[in-house]
């Protein structure tokens, strides 16, 4: 009679079926695999792409005073991120966006695919004139930014909206 296995046997990992558009901080790899507990590898789960007519701000207002990214439009579009996530992903997601709403936008690929992904978008009532971020909080977004390539051009307009 042969004893049982000690492990079970590996369960297949959730079905990744849509995608986020990350602009802010969750561009931070380390930052979004842990809100998500999603593992990102370049090009199956992770790519750069474009979202036209938005452009990026600082307008974000917490509860407790501090500002955060956010996108507002028209604008002449901003480059990201985006991941392939599961449900589950997205529902830790909702939680870590407190005053934020999910809205499906369309990106464009480097591939200069077109594909459909959620985004997130400051509540209207959360929505203020612009503001400075947290320096800690900055950092992240910088990081992130230069982590996945995002165009120079891009990391210094977010650098000049921050201590403008």
């Known amino acids: 009679m042969k004893s049982p296995p000690t492990n079970p046997p590996p369960t297949n990992p959730p079905v990744r079926d ?4 990350a602009y802010g901080s969750n561009l931070h790899v380390q930052q979004i695999t842990a809100r998500t507990k999603l593992p990102f590898t370049a090009g199956e789960h992770c790519q750069r792409a474009y979202l036209p007519n938005y452009q990026f701000a600082f307008n974000m207002r ?3 005073g501090e500002y955060f990214a956010n996108l507002t439009w028209p604008g002449v579009g901003v480059p ?3 991941y392939r996530c599961d449900a589950g992903a997205f529902e830790k997601l909702d939680v870590c966006e ?10 464009t690929t480097e591939a200069q695919e077109e594909v ?3 985004v997130y978008l400051a509540l209207p009532e959360n929505a203020r ?4 971020p947290n320096p800690a909080y ?3 977004i910088l990081t992130g930014a230069r982590e996945q390539g995002l165009p120079a051009e ?4 977010i650098e000049a909206l921050a201590w403008s």
């Not at 849509?18 to 558009?21: G, T």
């Not at 407190?98 to 990106?107: A, D, F, N, P």
């Open 18 to 21: 849509s995608w986020y558009f």
């Open 62 to 64: 917490s509860e407790d």
């Open 80 to 82: 990201g991120v985006i």
């Open 98 to 107: 407190t005053g934020y709403e999910r809205r499906e936008v369309v990106v």
């Open 116 to 118: 459909t992904a959620w």
């Open 129 to 132: 004139s612009r503001g400075r």
């Open 138 to 140: 900055l950092q992240v």
């Open 154 to 157: 891009h990391i210094r307009q």
